[in-house]
């Protein structure tokens, strides 16, 4: 059951990525280049997913102590904004202008085969390992 | 240069919170790209029902935009024209930053952000602030 609750969350996911072209480098760079032909459709995007998610969570999220399933709700991370995130952070940022790509759409691409995503993918992999290993 | 599209954007957008909210509600899981695919590779610590629902959420990311694609004018893209050594450096940044900052646009930028976490709002203004410092540099000041 739980499988194809992720199969079909994967496929909207991904849906949303194509229609909202979040999935398109160019649209990425022209969303990030303010001081160019900017484009700032991709606002709209984060703007369609925060409302959607957030009037959902604070609505009927947050009251509940488990999920339908019977598992635990996610904890928000009480931590403190340290080194590790915002080094984190930034190292991604960079690699996201570089590319135009991170980790939803880069997997969302791979259905072209293009030889350049799949390459994209196998290193962020290999990165994220490298990534969660160095956390303290 | 590309069109100002902010209907499809908003809708796509949508989507992609209800995907979110869903799969919070159903089995409490955070829909966080960079989050599902380093836990597919830390078999040790989890059951077979949790790896089985990471790998089929990583299928529909790469099923849902060839089934978008094959009835309306929505599609991934085919080709990329940067260099092949970009791509590299690019990718490992991004894998390194989302493993080591615990979380990308998606776990952090919607997720977190959608439930006020403080950590997640501080994470997206710093990636989105180098991501916008990293294209001006690019664009503006090497002019590649």
Redesign the interface.
């Known amino acids: 059951m ?26 990425v ?2 969303f ?6 900017w ?16 009037i ?2 604070f609505l ?3 009251p ?1 102590t ?4 019977g ?4 904890l ?2 009480k ?1 403190a ?1 340290d080194k ?16 135009g ?4 759409p ?7 085969l ?1 030889p ?2 799949l ?17 303290r | 240069m590309t069109e100002f599209t902010p209907v499809s954007a908003l809708l796509g957008g949508a989507l992609i919170g209800l995907s979110a909210f869903i799969l919070m509600l159903t089995i409490g899981r955070i829909a966080g790209c960079s989050g599902i695919v380093i836990n597919i590779f830390r078999i040790k610590n989890q059951s077979k029902s949790h790896l089985f629902w990471r790998i089929s959420f990583v299928v529909g990311l790469v099923v849902g935009p060839l089934i978008i694609g094959s009835f309306t004018q929505f599609s991934i893209p085919t080709t990329y024209d940067f260099p092949r050594f970009i791509m590299i450096v690019g990718a490992l940044l991004v894998g390194i930053g989302a493993g080591l900052g615990n979380g990308c646009t998606s776990g952090h930028g919607i997720c977190g952000m959608g439930r006020l976490s403080i950590r997640s709002v501080a994470a997206t203004i710093t990636f989105m602030t180098t991501a916008f410092i990293t294209v001006f540099i690019v664009r503006h000041l090497l002019e590649l």
């Open positions: 739980k499988s194809i609750i992720g199969l079909f969350c994967g496929i909207i996911f991904g849906a949303g990525l194509t229609v909202s072209q979040m999935v398109n480098p160019l649209k760079f022209n990030l280049d303010v001081f160019g032909h484009d700032p459709s991709l606002a709209f995007v984060m703007m369609g997913a925060l409302t959607v998610f957030g959902g969570y009927f999220l947050k509940r488990h999920a339908i399933n598992e635990d709700m996610p928000i991370p931590g904004i590790q995130l915002l080094v984190g952070a930034s190292l991604f940022g960079i690699g996201w202008g570089l590319t790509i991170c980790p939803g880069g997997i969302a691409n791979l259905g072209s293009n350049d995503i390459v994209f993918v196998a290193v962020m992999t290999v990165g994220l390992i490298i990534g969660n290993k160095l956390q």
